[in-house]
């Protein structure tokens, strides 16, 4: 009975199938608009190749648009080019470009506005003011898309992938490059961000306002105007990402502020002024996570509460950590120091005597920037000595009691 | 040749007189300037504010929110000036005290604190048309907790 059943609802299901509409230079069917207009719920658009005109088309039923061979939507830098408003569209292989820029209005290459169920996927924009605007909607994926500025290396430039008052949204594979923010998220609950390649956006790579309970994993983010800031957000999760190359006045890998309960797991900190810094951090934990060859490898401000730094390698940074006060309540522990001068006697991998990763010097710098001059002279080698040996000045509690002797080798 | 002296040493004077009390009109480097209280970095040009202290010294913010969150908190700074920026004229600034304001939800100021500022309230009024929200002063602004 029951695969009686299942044949008439395979065999019924040939029936329930959409039709196709083709859109190419010699089908019936020869502009996007009119395309939008054949079509009926649940069938698919297929687009050939080629460059069709689209200003401000806005999809309202449920369809699948499969680009062949990229084609491209082009909005004439008049209006936004796509705006999605229904749900459980899809949308495969497009090339979105020319959108109109103005410091007005935020416009859009692909805009998803109150949408449930959408898919994006190897799509590509190029010259467009704001990649991919997505607000008030739920259960979308973006993959596999690239996204180019239209200002490269201007700063009024929008978002590559921007995200308001969204919910459960996954970002996979993307390359963004040349926007204000790679990836922007305001009020964004739920997501996933997966393997992007953020590099050269004009001020942030990835960059969180507000946003609670997301987690971004095997991302990159290099060569950022000011690295990735995740501010005024609650339980966002870091794995295995890697905060590159960005080098400035006031750059860093990594930005915290205001957050809580967040968790900072083998992340890869490397070439930038300042690792991490956090201002107003509670309950964060780090671990596992390498700094190497920074200016700063952590500023942690006084602010911060509750936090737990374990497992830690911190080589060739300049300064390893920094502050600008007394240290309450925060746990370094079993971090491995490269500039740790102790020694280990009972042979437990665990060095005998406490570091203190805040030297003097980096003290002094903080409150005479000038004094960087005497970086590496004699004389700051003794004042450190000095301190060392009788600590005055830097902060008592910036300690980690149990140093370990060897780097932690992850791969 | 006396005369040439006279007017050649004119020239240099007013010069130098000019250039000593060079009083460079504050502006803010979008893209560059930090948020002295947010620590973001100031970029979108409808939004900025700028405090001056009687010493001269220049504090950045990316918004008006931030900027006033600002003055609450450090109460030693004492500013001489107070500037905004202009939502109709991009990178303008303006005096913040003599500026009107537009509070309302569909204003998107970089730090969610839903405010633009206006140099006349007939713009003000304009905008409050497709935007909403409500018409303040400096005095609201400052009751307002962002």
Known sequence: ??????????????????????????????????????????????????????????????????????????????????????????????????????????????????????????????????????????????????????????????????????????????????????????????????????????????????????????????????????????????????????????????????????????????????????????????EKNDFIQNGYGLKVMANCRLDTFVLNNFTGNTFDASTNGELKENLFEKNYWDKYEGYDLNRDAVGDIPYRPVSLYSVLVDQMPYAIMLMRSFTIDLLNKAEKNIPSIVPETFIDNKPIMKMIKRR | MYRFLKALLFIVFTAVSIESCNNETPKINFGKDMCAFCKMTVIDEKFGALLINNKGKTLYFDCCECMVNYMKMDKDFHPEKILTIDYCNPRILIDAEKAHYLHGENIKSPMGGNIASFKTSEDAERFQKSLQGDLILWNKVLEIKF
């Not at chain 1, 922007?184 to 609670?212: P, Q, V, W």
Request: hydrophobic share 35%; charged share 20%.
């Open chain 1, 1 to 286: 009975m029951k695969l009686r059943c299942l044949f008439y609802a395979l065999f019924f299901s040939l029936f329930c199938k959409g039709t196709t509409v083709t859109l190419c230079k010699d089908c019936p069917v020869q502009n996007f608009k009119q395309a939008l207009q054949v079509i009926k719920p649940y069938d698919t658009l297929v687009i050939k190749k080629g460059t069709y005109t689209c200003i401000n088309e806005t999809i309202s039923k449920p369809i699948t648009i499969i680009g062949e061979n990229l084609p491209v939507l082009d909005g004439k830098q008049m209006d936004e080019v796509l705006v999605v408003m229904s749900n459980d569209i899809h949308l495969f292989g497009l090339a979105i470009a020319n959108s109109k820029c103005g410091s007005m209005k935020d416009y859009a290459g692909l805009r998803v506005f109150k949408a449930r169920n959408v898919t994006i996927e190897n799509c590509q924009l190029t010259n467009t003011f704001f990649g991919i605007y997505l607000s008030d909607s739920k259960c979308i994926t973006v993959k596999n898309c690239s996204g180019k500025g239209a200002h490269y290396g201007k700063s009024d430039t929008g978002n590559g992938i921007h995200l308001w008052k969204c919910d459960s949204i996954s970002i996979t594979g993307n390359h963004l490059e040349g926007h204000r923010d790679g990836i922007y998220l305001e009020f964004a609950k739920h997501c996933t961000i997966e393997s992007n390649l953020c590099e050269r956006n004009f001020r942030y790579g990835l960059h969180f306002m507000f946003s609670d309970n997301d987690t971004y994993s095997n991302n990159t983010f290099t060569g950022n105007g000011t690295g990735v800031a995740v501010m005024y957000s609650k339980g966002v999760h870091m794995f295995n990402n890697q905060f590159l190359n960005n080098w400035g006045d006031a750059a860093y890998g990594l930005l915290l502020k205001d957050m809580s309960n967040g968790i900072i797991k083998n992340n890869i900190f490397q070439n930038n002024t300042i690792g991490v810094t956090m201002e107003g951090g509670t309950n964060m934990r780090f």
